[in-house]
C-alpha cells in the first residue's frame, strides 16, 4: 500500500536549530515535514499524520529517541514507518535501537539525505 505524493518526515530534536535546519532543508528537497520538540510530542503527531520516516535525536527529555522507535516498532499500523536516529553521543548499534540508520551529530544533511533516501527504498515487510 503506497502513500501518494512526497515523502512525509517528522523530525523530533529537543534543540529548535537543529531542527529548524533539517526541516528546512528537508522542505527543500520535496519532503513533507513535521516537528516535534520531544518523543512524547513526536508520538502524538506519529498517531494523527501519515509519516513514512522519522529522524529523532536519541538524547531528548521525557522520551527519548530510543523509546519513541520503541513505540514505533511496537504498533502495527506503523510497521512501515522508517527510523533514523541522530545522536551527538556515542554511536549505538542500530541493532541495539531497533531503528533503521545510526548518525551522529553534528549532523551533515546530505548525509541525512543520502540515508532517507536508502531507508525509503528499503521494502517493508507487511
Same mark, same amino acid.
Given at each position: ?11 523530533? @530534536?529537543?534543540?529548535?536549530?537543529? +531542527? %529548524?535546519?533539517? !526541516? /528546512? ?7 513533507? =515535514? ?29 522520551? @527519548?529517541?530510543?523509546?519513541?522507535? +520503541? %513505540?514505533?516498532? !511496537? /504498533? ?7 527510523? =533514523? ?42
Amino acid at each position: 500500500m503506497g502513500h501518494a505524493g512526497p515523502k512525509a518526515v517528522l523530525i523530533a @530534536d529537543d534543540d529548535c536549530s537543529v +531542527r %529548524r535546519v533539517l !526541516a /528546512e532543508f528537508m522542505a527543500s528537497r520535496g519532503y513533507s =515535514v513535521v516537528e516535534a520538540e520531544d518523543g512524547v510530542e513526536a508520538w502524538e503527531k506519529l498517531r494523527d499524520t501519515h509519516t513514512d520516516i522519522v529522524v529523532s535525536d536519541l538524547q531528548m527529555p521525557q522520551c @527519548d529517541g530510543r523509546e519513541l522507535c +520503541r %513505540r514505533i516498532r !511496537a /504498533e502495527p499500523t506503523m510497521r512501515h514507518v522508517r527510523v =533514523v536516529i541522530i545522536t551527538g553521543g556515542e554511536l549505538p548499534e542500530r541493532r541495539q535501537l531497533d531503528c533503521d540508520a545510526v548518525l551522529p551529530k553534528p549532523i551533515f544533511v546530505h548525509a541525512l539525505l543520502e540515508e532517507l533516501e536508502r531507508v525509503s527504498s528499503a521494502t517493508v515487510e507487511a
